[in-house]
């Protein structure tokens, strides 16, 4: 299920970082990419640590806030950051001896 949520949530982000600064639509998808996050949040909470999820939640949530304030730049770098955060929580879902130990 991780693995579908990662591939999902890093489409959505490669779709938004792509986005123009005169792009439109990409203030929806920013607000879309967040709502889609809440449901997967919901079922991910039940294996995921709750830091981990309250990191990609920050992450998704500064992606929408950047654009609002007309920060492209700094839209550019929150998409960056959630990327980040998200391909964290497939590498905390992987069996390894760093996860079990």
């Known amino acids: 299920y991780t693995k579908k949520v990662t591939d999902d949530l890093n489409y959505r ?18 607000k879309e990419l967040l709502e889609v996050w809440e449901k997967y949040e919901k079922r991910m909470s039940l294996h995921t640590r709750h830091n981990e999820l309250e990191e990609v939640t920050s992450a998704l ?12 730049e700094l839209f550019r770098m929150a998409c960056d950051d959630a990327r980040v955060s998200v391909d ?3 590498e905390e879902a992987r069996l390894s001896w760093k996860n079990i130990i």
Request: proline share 0%; aromatic share 6%.
């Open 13 to 30: 982000l490669d779709v938004l970082s792509a986005a123009e600064q005169d792009d439109n639509q990409a203030g929806e998808r920013a």
């Open 61 to 72: 949530t500064q992606i929408e806030s950047c654009w609002r304030m007309d920060e492209y």
């Open 88 to 90: 964290h929580l497939l």
